[in-house]
């Protein structure tokens, strides 16, 4: 079975914005949401990258790009995988250039949003979003 990841209310492509002043003194940097940003999928334990995804139309695809509002756009990962790291793609690189995807931009995990129920010999699927108050 392949588990959905993304599209939840924390889902969402940040970047630093500008450095501001904070009321204790300390400083800190303004989130801006970021549009249309192609992002990488790597397994969770060996961080290799991972291209056996389906976009939210169930199409084959090799990355996910963060939807117009900068939100990470639903999609499956690989079957029987509830957990992957995601992070931005490299421009310009070999996908097969190991040493150039270790020393690319952070990564993030991802886990599902999905939870399995087990009962009395049955199996459902629940897609849970958790909102943080």
Known sequence: MRYWFGGG?????????????????GVG????????VPLWAHDAQTGERVTDLLDSRSEPVSEILSGPYGEL????????????LIGQALPDSDPGDEDAQD???????????????????????????????
């Open 103 to 133: 020393e690319g931009p952070p990564r993030f995990s991802l886990l599902t949003t999905e939870v399995e129920l087990t009962g009395a010999g049955s199996a459902e699927h629940l897609t849970v979003q958790v909102m943080v108050k």
């Open 9 to 25: 209310v924390p889902d969402f492509v940040i970047a630093a914005g500008q450095q501001v002043e904070r009321e204790d003194g």
């Open 29 to 36: 940097y303004l989130s801006l949401l970021s549009p249309d």
């Open 73 to 84: 756009t639903r999609f499956r990962g690989p079957d029987e995988v509830r957990q992957l």
